[in-house]
């Protein structure tokens, strides 16, 4: 018997050694302890063995039935956390891999346009500025020299609102009114944009009711109309990417800037389409000047001691310029097709070094 036993120790043991996986071990586990198990039948013939035999018998079985299990806990143990780290070195992710954006999501060329003009305007140290889209007539208007009977704001161009305190609120029609309140609340040197959300009452191919600009004001004690000129040069052919971009300044009337310059880019007509760049055409694309002396005074800023210039342009206008857009109304259809054409991945933010969108 004592042989017998031995004999199925030895083949046990090196089952349980041999198994190779964890489902491999609880084969060798059910054929060794279970109710049809090898050392469960064998313990089946205790019966038959004389007395004095039996219980000697019985005590190398429990004993064999102890080792075993020992020996298959512990290769269980070490097959588990074999398999555990195959799976982790499998299942590895490289969390420095760059985020794969969803195929459907695209930036907006508004909000593209918009992100460029920050990374160019950024990059020369202006800082962003905001105000409320629902204006008062004084920040609207009166502070930038537009006095009342002034034709802008005449109730065709403007929305105005339910009077309120003795004064009309109006849905801002430019930027500008930010001008006013930055210079009331901080001091020279300034160094503004602010993009934002302007309303007027037009609307055709390339007019919207609701539109966008980007204001710029710099005022200090020296600054003049040279760098109003170099600072416009320079972001019209870093935002169309084109160096050698003609650009112009054209006399004009602003009733807040004294002088006022229109500002144009170089174009092409030829065959119908339009290309920007230098070409036998100009494109009207700004309005700037120095700020008014009057401006200044309204803000309570000494004109005498201080000087600025300012600057204005569509957003939704230079972005169709840019894509070649044709009709502004297509941008708030919300039509995912357009979208899908026209918009940017989330993720190529645009930056002076990473590169604008061409
Ligand atoms: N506010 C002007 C407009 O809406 C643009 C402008 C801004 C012109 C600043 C000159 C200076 O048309």
């Given at each position: 018997?004592?042989?017998?036993?031995?004999?199925?120790?030895?083949?046990?043991?090196?089952?349980?050694?041999?198994?190779?996986?964890?489902?491999?071990?609880?084969?060798?586990?059910?054929?060794?302890?279970?109710?049809?198990?090898?050392?469960?039948?064998?313990?089946?013939?205790?019966?038959?063995?004389?007395?004095?035999?039996?219980?000697?018998?019985?005590?190398?079985?429990?004993?064999?039935?102890?080792?075993?299990?020992?020996?298959?806990?512990?290769?269980?143990?070490?097959?588990?956390?074999?398999?555990?780290?195959?799976?982790?070195?499998?299942?590895?992710?490289?969390?420095?891999?760059?985020?794969?954006?969803?195929?459907?999501?695209?930036?907006?060329?508004?909000?593209?346009?918009?992100?460029?003009?920050?990374?160019?305007?950024?990059?020369?140290?202006?800082?962003?500025?905001?105000?409320?889209?629902?204006?008062?007539?004084?920040?609207?208007f009166?502070?930038?020299?537009i006095?009342e009977e002034h034709p802008a704001r005449q109730e065709m161009d403007t929305?105005y609102?339910?009077?309120?305190?003795?004064?009309?609120?109006?849905?801002?029609t430019?930027?500008?009114?930010?001008?006013?309140?930055?210079?009331?609340?901080?001091?020279?040197?300034?160094?503004?944009?602010?993009?934002?959300?302007?309303?007027r009452s037009?609307?055709?191919?390339?007019?919207?009711?609701?539109?966008?600009?980007?204001?710029?004001?710099?005022?200090?004690?020296?600054?003049?109309?040279?760098?109003?000129?170099?600072?416009?040069?320079?972001?019209?052919?870093?935002?169309?990417?084109?160096?050698?971009?003609?650009?112009?300044?054209?006399?004009?009337?602003?009733?807040?800037?004294?002088?006022?310059?229109?500002?144009?880019?170089?174009?092409?007509?030829?065959?119908?389409?339009?290309?920007?760049?230098?070409?036998?055409?100009?494109?009207?694309?700004?309005?700037?000047?120095?700020?008014?002396?009057?401006?200044?005074?309204?803000?309570?800023?000494?004109?005498?001691?201080?000087?600025?210039?300012?600057?204005?342009?569509?957003?939704?206008?230079?972005?169709?310029?840019?894509?070649?857009?044709?009709?502004?109304?297509?941008?708030?259809?919300?039509?995912?097709?357009?979208?899908?054409?026209?918009?940017?991945?989330?993720?190529?933010?645009?930056?002076?070094?990473?590169?604008?969108?061409?």
């Amino acid at each position: 018997m004592a042989t017998a036993i031995d004999q199925l120790r030895v083949d046990l043991l090196s089952q349980v050694a041999a198994a190779a996986s964890s489902a491999a071990l609880e084969e060798v586990r059910v054929s060794a302890l279970g109710r049809k198990g090898a050392i469960t039948e064998q313990m089946k013939t205790l019966g038959q063995l004389p007395p004095d035999e039996r219980r000697a018998a019985g005590q190398a079985f429990n004993a064999l039935k102890d080792e075993v299990a020992a020996a298959l806990e512990a290769r269980k143990a070490g097959l588990e956390s074999a398999e555990l780290e195959a799976r982790l070195a499998q299942e590895r992710i490289d969390v420095t891999l760059p985020a794969r954006p969803q195929p459907d999501g695209r930036l907006h060329p508004l909000m593209q346009t918009w992100d460029e003009l920050v990374a160019i305007f950024g990059e020369m140290g202006f800082v962003i500025a905001e105000g409320p889209d629902i204006e008062d007539d004084w920040h609207n208007f009166t502070a930038l020299n537009i006095p009342e009977e002034h034709p802008a704001r005449q109730e065709m161009d403007t929305f105005y609102l339910q009077e309120h305190d003795g004064h009309r609120p109006v849905l801002r029609t430019h930027t500008s009114p930010v001008q006013i309140r930055t210079m009331l609340t901080q001091k020279p040197p300034i160094r503004i944009i602010v993009p934002g959300r302007t309303f007027r009452s037009d609307h055709d191919a390339t007019h919207s009711p609701m539109f966008h600009q980007v204001e710029g004001l710099v005022i200090d004690e020296s600054t003049h109309m040279g760098h109003l000129k170099g600072t416009l040069i320079e972001f019209c052919r870093a935002f169309f990417g084109i160096d050698d971009l003609p650009v112009r300044f054209r006399n004009s009337h602003f009733p807040f800037t004294e002088p006022s310059a229109e500002v144009d880019i170089g174009c092409s007509r030829k065959g119908g389409g339009l290309t920007i760049g230098a070409g036998d055409d100009w494109l009207e694309i700004l309005g700037s000047g120095m700020v008014h002396p009057k401006v200044l005074e309204y803000c309570g800023i000494d004109s005498t001691k201080y000087q600025g210039w300012a600057f204005g342009m569509g957003i939704e206008r230079i972005a169709m310029l840019k894509y070649g857009i044709p009709d502004l109304r297509t941008m708030y259809d919300s039509d995912l097709r357009w979208l899908r054409h026209y918009g940017f991945m989330p993720l190529d933010v645009p930056s002076m070094l990473g590169g604008l969108a061409r």
